[in-house]
Structures are given as C-alpha cells and as structure tokens.
C-alpha cells in the first residue's frame, strides 16, 4: 500500500495545512498568562485585605486577655471580702461593653463567684455551682497555665453569639464570656463594592458575614473553603462554590482563638476587567476552529463513503444476514477491512447456531431450579463473588419490596439502600471467607417498613472448576420469638425486683407429690443455702415450731377444700443457727385437673420477726399505760386518805403528853403513813413510764417488795436467801421497769429449779469499778446478783440467752422476750448485765447499775412534834374531801388564822368574788370538779395578783412544779401533807415572804 494512497496520510496532510494546533497553542498559552496575572492581582488584593482585618480582630482578641489580665491583677492586689466579689465582678462586667460576664472557678472547675450584665444578675444562682471541668479550654489552661479560647457558641442568655477566655489565677481560674457581636463594628470598616468579608471560629462557623442570615444560621464555612483548598485553609487564596456562586477568596488566620478571616468576591466580579481579552482571544480561536471544520468536512467527504457502505453491512450482520459481499471501495485500509469483516461474519454465524441449541438446555435448567426454589417458603437469594444477584425466589421478592428482574445483575447493596442492608452486607463482607454453612441472627427492615430479626443462613457454591462462584443464603423471621422471649425475661426481671424489694421469698408446691420449689431469699430467711434444703413439704414442717403445725395444716385444708381464698399464716419458724423467726407464708392453688382437684400451689415467704417484735413492745407499752393510768387513779385516792390519817395523826401528837403510851402509838402510826407515802411516790413514778419517771431510786425496797411478790408464786421446794446491803446507794431509774428487771431475772430462775427445787439466792452490793472492765466507766456500780442452782444453761446457747424470741425453755413456756427486756432497760440506765452458766450446776445472773452521788437509804423514823407557829391572818382553804377541808381548818385555826373553808371551787371563786380583799392566802386542791385549782388560781389571780396561792395535789398528769411557778402559784405541795413544813409555809407566806 503506497503511502499516496493510505488515508492516515492524508488526513494529517489537510489539518497540518489549516494550522490548527499551533494556533490553538499559541491562544491558550496567552489566555493563561493573562489569566494568571489578573488572578494574582486579585489575590494581592484579598490578602492584604484580610491580613489587615485579621490584625484589627486579634487586636479585639488580644484587648480581652489584657482586660482579663486586668482583673486578674485588681483581685490579686486586693483582697476583697468573699461576699463582695459579686458585686466587683457585676461591676466591671457592667463598664464594659463587650464582657457578658466573668466567673471565678477553683481548680476543679466549680463556679464559686460570676458577675453578670444587670438584666442577668437575677439568674445569678444559675451559673453559682456550674461546673465548668468538662471543657476542652478550661482543661487547656490548667494544664499550661497560659490563657485559652474555647469554640464559639450562642449563648442561652443572650441569644449571641460569645466565646469564653480562661486564665489561671492563683488557685483559681478566671473565665469570661464575650460577646463577639462586637467584631461587626471592625469589619464593616473594610468593607467596598462587590468585597464580601466572612470571619470564622476555629471549627470553621461562621462568627460575622456580609450576608448576615448564613451568620445568624452558624453557617459551617470552613467546611466550604477547606474542600476548596484540598486541605485546612488557614492562609492564603482559595476558589470554592457557594449556593451556585463560584467565589475567589484570601485567608488569614488569628493567633488568638484560632479565628479565620476570608475576603471573597465573585470569580465573575473580580475577573470582569479580563473578559474583553477574552473575547478576543475566542474570536480569534472561533475563527481558526470554523477553518478546520470546513478542511474536516471536506476530508470527511472523501473518507465517509466507503464507511458508510461498511456500516450498513454491519447492520445487516446484526440483524442475522452474514454471509455478505462488499462492491470495491477506494483506499487500501477499507479493503482490508471489508475482507476481515466477510470472515468475522461467517465465524459469526456459526457460532450462533451452536449457542442457540446451548441456550436451550440452560434455559429448561433455569425453569427447573427457578421453579424449586420459589417453592421454598423462606426467602432465598444468592449472590455472584462480586456481591452482584443472580437470583432469588418470589417470597424473598416479596418481602424486599422489589420485582425480581429488577434484581438480577444489581449490586446488593444498590437494590437495597436501607431494607435489608443488616443482612445482606454480612454476606457480602463475609463472601471470601464463608467456606460451610453458616448461621448468624440478624436485624433487617422489610418491605412493610419494620424491623425483623432474622435467622440467616449461608453456604457457599462452587462452579466445575472449584472455584467459589458466589453464595446462596436464606433466613428464617424469629421477631415474634425474640419478642416472646424478651418479654419473658423482662417480666421475670420485673417480678425478681419486686419480690426483692418486698424481701419475700418464693416457693411453689406439687400438691400431689408433697414436692417443691423454693428460691435463694427463701431458704435465705432461715439462714440456709439453695443447695442445703430438701424440696419437700415434709422437711419444710420441721422447720416450724411445733404450737403452730396445727394452725398450719388447718389453714392449709381450708384452703385446698376452697373455704379459703388464699394459704395465709403466720408461724414460728428455726432458723440454722437455732434461734426462731416469725415467718408470713402466703399462696395459693394455681393449678387444677379436669376434676377440680389442686394439683400445683405457688406462693411467697417473708420474715416478719421485726414486726412482730415492734408489735410485741407496742402491746407492752400500751398494756403498761393502761396500768400506769390505774396507778395514777390509785395513787390519788391513797394519797388523800394519806392525808386524813398523817394530818390527824400529826394533831393528834401535838396534843398527845409528852412521854405517854399515846404519844408512841401515835408516832408509829405516823412511821407506817410514812411508808405508805413512800409507796404511793413509787406507784407515781410506776405510772409516769416515761425518762421524766426515772427518779432517785432505792433497790433495797423494791427488791423486797418483789421478792414478797414471788415468795407468794414459788413453790415451797424453792429457798429464797436474799443479803441486801442497806448501805448501796441509790440509782437513777423507774421504779416500775426495775420492778421488772427482777422479777424477770427470778422468774427465769423458778424454771430451772422447779422440777428438783433449789435454792434462789439475791444479792445487793454497792461496789467500786477501777478500770474499765465489763464494759463500765470506772466509778460506783449498784451490783444485783440473783443466782440459781437449777439445771443451767448450755454454753452454745450463752451468748445469744439476750436475743429477742430466744428461748431454753420448753415449748409454750416462754416467748423469748423476757431476758432481751431485761437487757434493754440495763443498757438504758447505763448498766450492763452478764450471766454465767454451767449445765448441771445453775446459772447466776449479776447487774451493774450506776450509782447516785452521795445518796443513802434512810429508814423512817419518828420526827418529835414542833409546836405551831402563832399567825393572824384569813385564809380560803378549797378541797372537794370534807376530811380534808376540816383538816386544814383545825390546823391554821390552831395556828391562830381565821378559815373559810369550801368543797366546792366554784362557790370558792364566787366567795372570793364577793370581796377579793378580805383574803390574806388562798390553799387549793388542783383535782376538783367543776373547777380544778389550777383554773381557780388563775381566776384569783386576775383580781389580786399579788395574793399568796398554795396548790396542793396528790396526782396530777395536767401540772408539775415548773407549770404551777408558771401561772403564779406560791407554793406546790404533794400530798400528804407534813403539819411542820406546812406550817412553815404559811408562816412565811402571811410574812411577805
């Protein structure tokens, strides 16, 4: 083939004529020269822009570590008052313009004082007690002790935008809020035609822009400006896209903060004074470029003829005509061709014949396998080793939503953005190393647009060469199983966190088998591990206390013959260690047969011990109370027979001989009235049952009492020796509850001797405590010792004979309350108890009650009679006994005053009433009817407060001592009363005194 002739050559021969390329060359070399030089002068310009206003903002900046700094000097050098730095702080924030406020925080980061903008002050206890530890720039400048800028954000009282500087201070750091709004007024200065001025924080927000909404929406500029710049923009000119704008902008940077300052304007803008260049340049190059379309068009003329005729050959190909023959065509290279493309078509259409026959077999396989997999009820699908489907069965169709020729040949995670991507990016991550059936669970959204949980499956396949060809999974929805599942566990959970809370137990019963269930809190309860009791009801009967079996197994017929709702008792139940609890069992029948008969009981367990305990001493208290109440009641009837019978006594001695048989007989009348007094005063404290009860107690009294008591109860086989030391001195306590400390302690002593007798020993000794021993402060102890020699106590049982519902007795003897009373009352007077026991031997029991300073018990003895003062003066004597009136009158009558005497205090007042002045002293009962003398008193004294008034009471529970003085009484006196004190009284009283 000559070169003349070869179409190569004569289409670079005719475009090398027209000149394009060089041309061409020449116009884009000079376009881009001026290109450059109008971009560089545009840059020139931007920079110097945005350094100078980059300058003038740190200048803003550097301004507010200055003022900070200031403060931080103002704090330093003087000290001012905690309470003031408040008010400091609001008012140096208040002199500026541009301070939202400045905080004083420790190292920790607590807000400890904050000065605010007046309109804030109000919201000051917000910010107090901030913590503050949390940011990134308060960490910063603990760290390196130098000052730091925090990001910018809007602040919540404001509404503006701010930016917080941080700055150590002593032991303290020093924060200000600062509104950036202030930055406006600096960088409208720099503002001209077409500039477009933005200034960023350190995250690229927008702070200030021209166009003031993308500021107002904290627009993300940086973002912009750094893809822009292919990397963090932080000096220098950039070209970026805004909202459809191409723009051309400079970036400076600030040293504090790490602000950024961009001056853009757009490319169209600043690239208008080159467009002129422009235009001429594209005309010229329009011009060269239609000259080499005409020189195309004309060698295209001569080339696309024999082309044409080729193509359409090529068509007549495609549509199945291949045997073809081609007219002879002008240049070499198209008779080549024409010549390769006969045989191509020839090869062509034997081959097609062969793929035809194939394509039928393949499609009669397709058919078969297609038609087995959608009679598979589980979705199928399977994947190429690229990820790309190759098929799936109508159900897995139908769930993703998708026709299934749509699917075919598509990527996997194309066709499903968001359905069943959990599932289907699994298999394809997992694609090279899936080499056997695997099963996963999964999370997928079908179709309906819900989540499911998935069983999935997959298994690789292979083709006949070996080579992995792709992977076929299927899965299984389980969402209603998991759902069942974790209601499940969330109501066992529930169920477990409520029974926990109540503290009860659970268990359940076969009825027929007598076999069980019971959880850890239940055999918790008596001490027990799970693993340690035998599910059976016959072992848990062992556990509960004989007395109380019978209440049980009636409860229980009850409830399994339905006259019951519910399985409810209460019982005794042994603990492992041995000692008993109260137990509350509760159930019910839960399961029946066809027949109605209990097949299953499940129910709960709960130790009420505490409760029961509370109970116990609630009932003690109230039963005790009721007592006192009586004692009261007693007591003040007793005291004012007292009164009759030491008052007349006592008159009857004044007239007595000295000497005589009388006068004796007389005197131990007044001994036994005595005692009798002094019991009454024990039965008053008795009644009180309150700390104001505890009085200056003597033992050698009370324990003769109780001893007379139990001699009276004890079997004569018993021996009572008591040694009583008249000398011990007293102790501060209720004579009631000492009362029971004894007679507790010798009633525990009667049970171990009753079956053999003994003897019962009870010792009184004042003795010094050196050192601290038994748990006692050095000092005088009162020292109780009641010893037995009875069968004692086991020593296993020793240390736990004071535990509440602890008892060695036998069944139904005791409750177990008995020695834990005792040891609470000893503990409560500031004694302790001890006991020492041997099996065999007896048991003795020793108490340690502090002693009163300086106090002694004194027996009673005759006092001689004093001969009564001789007094002038009228006095109202109120009393509702007549015994009493009479006795009052004939003892001042005989003291020389003239009495009015009244047993009714109404008519008293009314007396009284009638001429206030003729009365000189004015002696009351307090408990009258009608009107009590407290209430008298008080009307007596409205008329005449400085009249004399004596309150005589034998018991009151409405006023003491201190409350009578309160109203204005003179003188409190108890019955009964002594002639010689209250002849002393009176004397005084008439005196002035």
């Known amino acids: 083939m000559s070169a003349q002739r070869s179409l190569r050559y004569k289409i670079i021969k005719y475009f090398v004529l027209v000149a394009v390329v060089p041309l061409l060359l020449v116009g884009g070399i000079s376009y881009y020269y001026i290109t450059q030089q109008v971009s560089a002068a545009i840059m020139a310009r931007n920079e110097q822009l945005a350094q100078g206003l980059g300058e003038d903002l740190g200048f803003f900046l550097t301004e507010s570590e200055v003022i900070l700094s200031q403060i931080h000097n103002v704090l330093d050098t003087n000290q001012y008052p905690l309470g003031e730095l408040n008010l400091l702080l609001d008012l140096i924030v208040g002199r500026s313009g541009f301070l939202e406020s400045v905080s004083v925080t420790d190292l920790k980061g607590m807000v400890l004082f904050v000065g605010l903008k007046k309109e804030l002050i109000e919201k000051r206890q917000d910010f107090v007690g901030l913590d503050l530890s949390g940011n990134e720039f308060f960490q910063k400048a603990r760290r390196t002790g130098q000052s730091s800028w925090s990001d910018t954000f809007i602040s919540i009282f404001t509404g503006k935008p701010s930016i917080t500087l941080c700055q150590p201070f002593n032991d303290k750091m020093l924060t200000a809020n600062l509104c950036i709004e202030r930055i406006s007024e600096v960088v409208r200065r720099y503002e001209s035609g077409g500039i477009i001025l933005s200034v960023m924080d350190r995250d690229g927000v927008l702070i200030y822009h021209s166009e003031e909404g993308l500021a107002r929406q904290r627009f993300n500029l940086g973002r912009v400006v750094d893809l822009a710049a292919g990397g963090n923009a932080e000096k220098g000119t950039y070209r970026y896209e805004l909202e459809g704008i191409s723009y051309l902008g400079s970036v400076s940077s600030l040293a504090n903060g790490g602000w950024r300052v961009l001056v853009s304007q757009p490319v169209t803008v600043a690239y208008a004074p080159a467009d002129r260049l422009r235009i001429i340049f594209a005309l010229g190059i329009l011009v060269s470029v239609l000259l080499a379309l005409g020189g195309a068009l004309w060698v295209g003329r001569k080339v696309v003829m024999p082309i044409t005729m080729i193509q359409e050959k090529i068509k007549d190909a495609i549509g199945g005509k291949y045997d073809q023959s081609l007219a002879e065509v002008g240049y070499d290279e198209f008779q080549e061709l024409a010549s390769t493309f006969r045989n191509m078509a020839k090869k062509i259409g034997d081959r097609e014949e062969l793929l035809v026959e194939a394509y039928a077999q393949v499609q009669s396989q397709v058919v078969f396998h297609q038609t087995m997999i959608d009679s598979i009820a589980t979705p199928v699908f399977y994947l190429d080793s690229d990820g790309y489907f190759r098929g799936c069965n109508a159900v897995f ?508 205090s109404v008519e008293a007042l009314e007396a009284f009433a009638e001429d206030p002045g003729r009365f000189d002293l004015v002696i009351t009962d307090q408990t009258m009817p009608k009107l009590t003398g407290i209430k008298l008193a008080r009307e007596i004294l409205v008329a005449r407060p400085e009249l004399p008034i004596f309150l005589i009471t034998g018991y009151s529970d409405v006023v003491d001592k201190e409350s009578a003085k309160a109203v204005g009484i003179k003188e409190y006196i108890e019955k009964p009363i002594n002639v010689n004190e209250f002849a002393e009284k009176v004397k005084a009283a008439l005196a002035g005194q």
Request: charged letters at 25%; glycine letters at 10%.
């Open 397 to 904: 169709a139908e769930a993703a939503g998708l026709e299934r020729n749509k699917l075919i040949g598509r990527n996997a995670l194309k066709a499903f953005p968001g359905l069943i991507a959990n599932c289907v990016k699994l298999d394809i991550y997992h694609l090279a190393e899936v080499v056997g059936l695997e099963i996963s669970e999964a999370e997928i959204s079908f179709a309906d647009g819900f989540v499911h949980t998935v069983m999935a499956y997959r298994q690789p396949f292979y083709d006949k060469n070996g080579n992995k060809g792709g992977i076929v999974c299927a899965y299984m929805d389980i969402t209603a199983r998991k759902h069942a599942e974790a209601a499940l566990l969330q109501s066992e959970e529930r169920l477990k966190l409520a029974l926990d809370a109540a503290g009860l137990g659970v268990w359940s019963l076969d009825v027929q088998t007598g076999k069980g269930f019971v959880d850890e809190r239940w055999a918790g309860i008596l001490e027990y591990k799970v693993d340690e009791i035998v599910p059976d009801i016959e072992i848990w009967r062992k556990f509960v206390h004989p007395d109380d079996l019978v209440k049980v197994d009636q409860v229980l017929a009850e409830h399994l013959a339905g006259r019951r709702p519910f399985f409810e008792v209460e019982v005794r139940s042994q603990a492992k260690s041995g000692g008993w609890k109260w137990i509350q069992d509760r159930g019910q029948v839960v399961s029946w047969d066809d027949f109605g008969k209990p097949l299953r009981m499940a129910g709960t367990r709960k130790d009420i011990t505490e409760i029961k305990l509370l109970g116990e001493k609630l009932r003690q208290s109230q039963k005790m109370e009721a007592i006192g109440t009586l004692a009261g009641g007693i007591a003040h009837d007793f005291n004012n027979m007292l009164n009759a019978i030491l008052g007349y006594t006592e008159l009857a001695l004044l007239d007595s001989e000295s000497g005589s048989r009388m006068e004796d007989n007389l005197n131990e009348v007044m001994i036994a009235g005595k005692r009798a007094a002094s019991l009454v005063k024990q039965i008053l404290a008795f009644s009180r049952q309150s700390e104001d009860g505890q009085i200056s107690t003597p033992l050698q009294p009370v324990l003769k009492e109780a001893l007379k008591l139990m001699r009276g109860t004890l079997p004569a086989t018993i021996e009572i020796r008591q040694d009583i030391d008249p000398e011990c001195g007293t102790v501060l306590a209720d004579v009631s509850r000492i009362h029971q400390v004894i007679i507790n302690l010798c009633t525990n002593a009667y049970h171990a001797m009753r079956e053999h007798g003994g003897v019962l020993e009870v010792l009184l000794r004042e003795v010094e405590v050196a050192d601290e021993v038994i748990d006692l402060q050095p000092g005088k102890y009162a020292r109780l010792t009641i010893r037995d020699n009875g069968e004692g106590i086991d020593q296993e049982f020793v240390d736990r004979i004071f535990e509440p519902y602890f008892t060695t007795k036998g069944l139904g003897e005791g409750t177990g309350l008995g020695l834990a009373t005792v040891h609470g009352i000893v503990k409560g007077y500031g004694g302790v108890i001890s006991v020492d026991s041997k099996l065999g031997e007896g048991t003795v029991f020793e108490v340690y009650l502090p002693v009163q300073p300086a106090t002694r018990v004194d027996e009673f003895e005759a006092v001689p009679q004093e001969a009564l003062p001789e007094l002038v003066g009228h006095v109202m004597f109120v009393d509702d006994e007549k015994s009493l009136v009479s006795f009052g009158e004939r003892i001042l009558e005989k003291m020389g005053c003239r009495v009015s005497g009244f047993t009714d």
